[in-house]
């Protein structure tokens, strides 16, 4: 198999050769657009892309789907049952498809090809610079829920039963019963716990601390425990438990250790190169991470285990108030219209009337994927279910452990590519205030992108270890993502349709005049 060096060019990392990151650059790092040659003038203005209309179905679908799907089974819960919860859905997404083909039409009016410059264009300074803004918050708020889910997923990590230590059952007063040389996994742990005979030699340095209180002495045990044999995992199941009295849980099994060193060392080296396009590999693994997930969740629906029992399943809303509670999870699961814009400009044929055919097509897959979700996770637990769904799920089930371990990577790889379009709306928004174009700020480039990816991943870190609800963050990033799908696309239909309307009046007056 070739191997596949990520970053390897230097100047992926240092001083950039070209214009840098272009201010109010906001790409899909699943689209390439060929850069255009000097003097070269593409019909209707825009450059003819490469992306086929099935492709552009898989884009969309791609930057639709995510981790947001965790919060649709609770989202169903707020919203009052299942009735309530795919009405609202259906009819939210006639406004979302309505929104997607709206900015296609607007991007082929203004000739821009990202969201804030259509936004720009089409409706002036003071809306564009709202938009970029709303767009770099909500981008700083999504790696926010990010890192929370991943603590998430790691809190709800233990070791199976099966791989506890097997000892032999003791009596009061420590000696092995009936000559048996195996236990249940319960007994192994409280011996591993709390056994009066003298550890293995292997685990003499883990268990210093529990040495210097005392719990482990001499006794006519000493030999078994001395002839037990432990599997590695639990070495894992002893080091990350502690032992009753002890006052907490070790410092390596915190949940802000956990999720600080996970974002340092993944996260972090993934967010400070200047491109981002060799994640578009990781992309399609993400991909398959939701689909396995929402099929877990519809498998566990029909054959459930017998330890999972639904709470109340509700059949009607409390209120209406209830009802629209749900709409920030619906808008930010289903919020593609960011990214919607590049991919519609890098279609072979970007012509509206296509384009209202891709969006629908992605967002009626969409929809399967979050209905199946939502309904299924719901019927399991009822109103009990967690904002995450999978925290809900026995913490020993394989299947599920497998699902968090997806949901993780596709986290780990959302996160330096959500960063990267929040820092490049800062870099524009900063040198557009400081009056100088990005050709003129060369020589600055990296020192700027350093610090610009320090700060943010340093203030997300610490907004996520202190929030550890990602319900809040939901409830506040998906009021943005709702702008996104309702408000901005709104404005600049409006204004569109102003501009020709002001363009047919003076043609008007003019025929009449020539008439007359």
Not at 131 to 148: K, S
Not at 200 to 210: A, T, V
Not at 389 to 397: G, I, M, R, T
Request: a neutral charge.
């Amino acid at each position: 198999m070739a191997q596949v060096s990520i970053n390897s060019d230097l100047g992926e990392w240092g001083l950039s050769t070209d214009s840098g990151e272009r201010a109010r650059l906001l790409q899909s790092p699943s689209v390439d657009i060929a850069p255009k040659s000097e003097g070269e003038a593409p019909p209707g203005g825009l450059g003819r892309g490469t992306t086929s209309t099935l492709g552009a179905i898989f884009i969309v679908v791609n930057a639709c789907l995510g981790a947001g799907l965790l919060n649709f089974p609770a989202a169903f819960s707020t919203a009052g049952g299942v009735a309530a919860g795919i009405t609202l859905q259906m009819a939210m997404l006639v406004f979302i498809i309505s929104g997607l083909v709206i900015l296609a039409y607007c991007s082929q009016a203004s000739n821009e090809r990202t969201y804030q410059e259509v936004v720009w264009a089409v409706c002036g300074k003071l809306t564009g610079v709202l938009c970029e803004v709303a767009i770099a918050t909500y981008t700083f708020g999504t790696c926010i829920a990010f890192l929370i889910i991943i603590g998430d997923q790691q809190d709800k990590s233990e070791v199976p039963p099966q791989c506890l230590p097997h000892p032999p059952p003791l009596s009061p007063g420590g000696h092995a019963v009936g000559g048996k040389e195996h236990g249940t996994p319960a007994q192994g742990l409280a011996w591993a716990r709390h056994s009066s005979g003298n550890p293995p030699s292997w685990l003499l340095g883990p268990l210093d601390r529990w040495r210097s209180q005392q719990r482990w002495r001499t006794t006519p045990c000493s030999s078994l425990a001395s002839r037990s044999v432990l599997p590695p995992c639990a070495v894992i199941a002893v080091m990350a438990k502690e032992p009753e009295g002890a006052g907490g849980s070790p410092w390596y099994t915190d949940r802000k250790f956990t999720i600080s060193l996970t974002a340092f060392l993944f996260i972090l080296p993934l967010s400070i190169p200047r491109e981002i396009g060799f994640q578009k590999y990781a992309s399609f693994l993400s991909v398959v991470g939701t689909w396995y997930v929402t099929a877990i969740i519809i498998i566990k629906y029909i054959w459930p285990d017998k330890e999972m029992t639904p709470a109340d399943i509700l059949n009607r809303p409390a209120s209406w108030i209830a009802v629209f509670n749900a709409m920030p999870t619906i808008c930010f699961g289903f919020q593609c219209h960011v990214s919607s814009v590049p991919v519609f400009n890098s279609m072979w044929r970007p012509e509206v009337k296509t384009w209202g055919g891709v969006v629908t097509a992605a967002m009626v897959i969409a929809l399967a994927v979050y209905m199946g979700t939502g309904i299924c996770g719901f019927l399991t637990f009822g109103a009990a279910v967690d904002p995450d769904v999978l925290l809900s799920y026995p913490s020993e089930d394989m299947a599920v452990a497998v699902a968090r371990a997806f949901i993780i990577l596709s986290v780990l790889t959302s996160y330096p590519i959500l960063h990267f379009c929040g820092r490049a709306v800062v870099e524009g928004l900063w040198l557009r205030y400081q009056g100088m174009p990005v050709e003129e700020d060369v020589g600055r480039e990296r020192r700027r992108r350093v610090l610009q990816t320090l700060v943010w991943f340093l203030l997300t870190l610490l907004l996520a270890l202190f929030i550890p609800d990602i319900g809040k963050v939901i409830s506040v990033i998906g009021g943005l993502a709702a702008c996104f799908i309702f408000v901005f696309p709104g404005l600049c239909l409006i204004q569109a349709k102003l501009s020709e309307m002001e363009e047919v009046k003076p043609a008007r007056i003019f025929c009449c005049l020539n008439v007359s």
